[in-house]
């Protein structure tokens, strides 16, 4: 079946704006993840859902960020008055589910949305 | 959290030549992943190995979890091999990447 997609692939904006980064994950999987890489670094986790509900939102750099999962299905990921530091590429990855808190299952990531903003 | 250590940071190889990509974890974990990233930025999944030993073609990986750390062996490298090579695991709730080993195979 189809894998792992997100839009948009690519997103300019202003400082000060906000934006919304969508991903459809696989069909059937139950857990959803969302990670961002800057430029020549590796991921940094930033949250995940089983189900529609996110255990653990720690990752979550500042409380411009925000996310959410609606009918264990797509997921949004809001970041509110961009800075430039919210430059990178965000991704999403999804899996076929966890037991409890663990994640025991292996993580399919989709193409990314290169976000800059200027 | 938990910590994660890829070796070495930077590899080049000749076209052919075979290499060993370390991860070093600092707590048990309950899964472990390596990952191919390309040049376009698309990560490919390599390997879901938590233990054991796996092969798949030129590639094989082998998890040793009581001393916590993973392997990956690459074999008769090609040029297509470029790119950053990631290691991650997860204990609970939330997978932790290492910084990568970035190979550049030259023809």
């Known amino acids: 079946g189809a894998g792992v997609s997100q839009s948009p692939s690519n997103k300019v904006t202003e400082k000060g704006k906000d934006v919304e980064l969508r991903c459809d994950p696989i069909s059937g999987h139950t857990a959803l993840y969302w990670y961002r890489q800057r430029l020549g670094q590796g991921l940094e986790f930033l949250i995940y859902?089983?189900?529609?509900?996110?255990?653990?939102k720690s990752g979550l750099p500042s409380d411009r960020f925000s996310a959410e999962r609606t009918g264990e299905s797509v997921s949004t990921l809001t970041i509110q008055r961009t800075q430039q530091e919210d430059s990178a590429v965000y991704l999403c990855?999804?899996?076929?589910?966890?037991?409890?808190?663990?994640?025991?299952?292996?993580?399919?990531f989709g193409p990314g949305t290169r976000l800059t903003v200027t | 959290g938990i910590q994660v250590e890829q070796s070495p940071p930077d590899l080049i190889l000749q076209e052919g030549a075979n290499s060993t990509l370390r991860c070093n974890f600092s707590d048990s974990v309950n899964n472990l992943q390596w990952f191919h990233q390309n040049p376009w930025g698309q990560l490919i999944n390599l390997f879901y190995?938590?233990?054991g030993t796996k092969q798949n073609g030129r590639l094989s990986a082998t998890t040793v979890a009581t001393e916590r750390y993973s392997l990956l062996y690459i074999s008769s490298s090609q040029t297509t091999d470029s790119g950053v090579y990631f290691c991650a695991v997860a204990k609970e709730g939330d997978m932790r990447f290492g910084a990568g080993t970035r190979l550049t195979v030259k023809p």
């Open positions: 859902f089983q189900g529609n509900s996110a255990p653990d």
């Open positions: 190995i938590p233990s």
């Open positions: 990855a999804s899996s076929l589910g966890t037991s409890g808190r663990t994640i025991s299952y292996e993580q399919y």
